[in-house]
Nanobody, 114 residues
């Protein structure tokens, strides 16, 4: 099974930006939908955004619409999440995976705080 390694998280102030990266251990070209997920304390893991193979279908959770942008580079087996105008409620561990997901990686911590 393809494994995913997330990176790019960190501590940022409200209104700040981060760009998360996801490197897959194998080809993602055959994965139609790839997605970014997050798991915040006290909440269920949720799908934040997903993108089809060619990028022609993109969906976002209402909570991040207009602020986050998902993208993928199939040639590099890589996916990205540009996060702008970050809010405290965006604090979570962020994961990349197929959609529907397979096994989970370790994720990357995003903390938005003053």
């Amino acid at each position: 099974q393809v494994q995913f390694v997330e990176s790019g998280g960190g501590l940022v102030q409200p209104g700040g930006s981060l760009r998360l990266s996801c490197l897959a251990s194998g080809s993602i070209s055959s994965i139609y939908f790839m997605g970014w997920y997050r798991h915040a304390p006290g909440n269920e893991r949720e799908l934040v955004a997903r993108i089809s193979r060619a990028g022609d279908v993109v969906d976002y959770a209402d909570s991040v619409k207009g602020r986050f942008t998902i993208s993928r580079d199939n040639a590099k087996n890589t996916m990205y999440l540009q996060m702008n105008s970050l809010k405290a409620e965006d604090t979570a561990v962020y994961y990349c995976n197929a959609s529907p997901p397979g096994d989970w990686g370790q994720g990357t911590q995003v903390t938005v705080s003053s």
